[in-house]
């Protein structure tokens, strides 16, 4: 079986800490889907580690780290990344596992990102410009170059055919954008001769040995559910399935093999870049929120938007996805809040809605709002359920009730060690 682990929000709700913790119980760490717009953070023995494009398992010895078919290599940042590992005499090349049916972010997918985000002006989706939208559709249209092609000397032939014709669309938008392609070229080349160093393989054939020898896999998801390319808030998304059914087509897990579906949400809600969000608070608790939870994005560095618990973008999460278990983050944050407020329903077009309408955009919801007693407790040096405040219960207790599935994990500080488990 392979056990799924998922954002259920707009994504940074703690993924890579909580794989990070998970780990010691899996034999295989597999990504499914996204590229280095991810930005996963571990924190332990006080140093902090942000990774990209590699799965959060890999400081574990025990766990075989994957990247599968569904995710976008950029092998610039991808060598950055491993760079950055080195000092950590971490055997990459028996721990980290690569699909040769992932697809390359080339150079020129990063500039069209940026053409494309210029030419749309207040419109646009506020993307992290590392070129995922257009690898994602060279893959779709029959295009993107795959890191099998690699394994062949016609990749280069293939990859000029493809930049020759970024060029040209690139200069079909008619905007300003500033490059030097050689330059960027060079990088590239030096990404691809440290991608070349690292193991290959057919990971679907692989996934289907480790499940029949009974390995535990984990797959990791990146960005959230509300950022899916079907179920998210279209068009301000991220262009892959981020939901449970990624983890299918990313890694080649039948859906009967799915176990447990792991999801994790914040204790509020963040979203970064542009596009609906009915909870946004404006005010000084939007505000404490953002410099408490420290809400900068981990790849772009940009502060996050930030507002109450959304349940009705909540429980359409946890119903796409089939969430078996949630696990709650950053509960320590909202030390301090006197009153909280959760949304449970929405105002739309004069009724009281209790599911996601097609829009969201403008004032389409007005969020309805239960609020419930904060707690003043300082959570970060808790270690146990029975010492949590009995506001913090209560609150969970609401959630487990609106939402049917009980919260196993609530996370009480970035470190490994503040994860309290019920
Ligand atoms: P893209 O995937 O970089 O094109 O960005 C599309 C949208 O998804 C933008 O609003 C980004 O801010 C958002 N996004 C992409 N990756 C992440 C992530 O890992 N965390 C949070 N938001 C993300």
């Not at 070129?131 to 016609?154: A, C, H, Q, W």
Request: a negative charge; hydrophobic letters at 40%; charged letters at 25%.
């Amino acid at each position: 079986m392979v056990d799924l682990l998922l954002g259920l929000q707009w994504g940074d709700e703690g993924k890579g800490k909580i794989v990070d913790v998970l780990t010691k119980d899996f034999d295989i760490i597999a990504r499914f889907q996204g590229g280095p717009n991810a930005g996963h953070t571990l924190e332990f023995d006080g140093i902090k580690h942000v990774l990209h494009t590699i799965p959060s398992g890999i400081f574990h010895e025990n766990a075989i780290n994957v990247v599968g078919n569904g995710v976008v290599i950029d092998p610039v940042i991808f060598k950055k990344e491993l760079d950055n590992l080195s000092k950590f005499n971490i055997d990459i090349i028996s721990k980290l596992l690569i699909s040769r049916k992932a697809h390359l972010i080339l150079p020129t997918h990063r500039l069209l990102d940026a053409a494309s985000e210029t030419a749309k002006g207040k419109a646009k989706i506020g993307s992290t410009l590392k070129g995922i939208g257009p690898t994602y559709m060279d893959k779709t249209g029959r295009n993107g170059l795959r890191v099998g092609d690699l394994e062949f000397d016609s990749w280069k032939t293939k990859y000029r055919a493809l930049a020759d014709k970024h060029e040209a669309m690139i200069d079909f938008y008619n905007v300003d954008i500033q490059y030097d392609l050689e330059e960027l070229e060079a990088e590239f080349h030096e990404g691809i001769a440290k991608l070349k160093e690292l193991t290959f393989i057919d990971s679907e054939e692989y996934i289907f040995k480790a499940q029949a020898e009974g390995k535990k896999i984990l797959a990791e998801g990146a960005q959230g559910s509300l950022l899916d390319i079907d179920f998210g808030t279209y068009p301000y998304v991220t262009s892959s399935n981020t939901t449970a059914a990624g983890a299918c087509t990313g890694l080649g897990v039948a859906p009967n093999k799915i176990g447990r579906v792991l999801g994790i949400f914040k204790a509020y809600t963040t979203r970064v870049g542009s596009g609906p969000f009915p909870t946004e608070l404006f005010d000084e608790d939007g505000a404490t929120m953002g410099r408490v939870g420290n809400e900068f994005g981990a790849t772009t560095g940009r502060p996050r938007r930030c507002g109450w618990l959304d349940l009705v973008a909540l429980r359409y999460a946890v119903q796409v996805n089939g969430v078996t278990e949630l696990m709650m983050m950053k509960a320590d944050v909202l030390s301090g809040f006197k009153t909280l407020k959760v949304c449970t329903a929405y105002k739309y077009k004069g009724d009281t809605i209790s599911h996601l309408p097609y829009s969201l955009e403008g004032d389409a919801v007005t969020p309805v709002y239960t609020e419930m007693q904060g707690w003043a407790e300082d959570l970060t040096k808790m270690t146990t359920a029975a010492t949590l405040p009995k506001a913090l219960n209560d609150y969970i207790a609401f959630l487990e009730k609106e939402l049917n599935v009980p919260i196993k994990i609530v996370s009480v500080g970035p470190d490994r060690l503040q994860t309290i488990h019920r």
